[in-house]
C-alpha cells in the first residue's frame, strides 16, 4: 500500500515557475515508476510525465517536453515536477501516481496509487 501527498501548487503567471512535490508513504517506493498526471475543467485526465523506479528513464507529453522535469528522490520517499515557462493551458489539478511497472507508464490505468491532487493556476 502506498499514500500519496502532492503539495507546491498555487497561483502564477504565464511564464512562472513552479516545484511540485508528491511525499509517499511505505518502504518500498523505489520499486514504484512514478508519474504526474493533470485534470483541467471538463476534460479527462491526461499524462504529464513518469520516472522508472531507478530515475534513470523518464517520459513526457508533447505539450510539457522541454519545460517540465520530473525527478525522484528515493531517499526520501519524493518525487518531483519542475514545471517552467508556465502557460495558462498549464491550469489544471496534477496529481501524482505509482505504478508496478518494468518501465515507464504512460497510462491512467496503469496506475494503481493516486494522490488527492494539487491545483496548479496559471494567469495569462
Known amino acids: 500500500q502506498v499514500q500519496l501527498v502532492e503539495s507546491g501548487g498555487g497561483l502564477v503567471q504565464a511564464g512562472d515557475s513552479l516545484r511540485l512535490s508528491c511525499a509517499a508513504s511505505?518502504?518500498?517506493?523505489?520499486?514504484?515508476?512514478m508519474g504526474w498526471f493533470r485534470q483541467a475543467p471538463g476534460k479527462e485526465r491526461e499524462f504529464v510525465a513518469a520516472i522508472s523506479w531507478s530515475g534513470d528513464s523518464t517520459v513526457y507529453a508533447d505539450s510539457v517536453k522541454g519545460r517540465f522535469t520530473i525527478s525522484r528522490d528515493n531517499t526520501k520517499n519524493t518525487v518531483f515536477l519542475e514545471m517552467n515557462s508556465l502557460k495558462p493551458e498549464d491550469t489544471a489539478v496534477y496529481c501524482c501516481a505509482a505504478a508496478h511497472s518494468p518501465g515507464t507508464v504512460t497510462e491512467v490505468s496503469g496506475y494503481t496509487y493516486w494522490g488527492q491532487g494539487t491545483q496548479v493556476t496559471v494567469s495569462s
Open positions: 511505505g518502504r518500498t517506493f523505489s520499486s514504484y515508476v
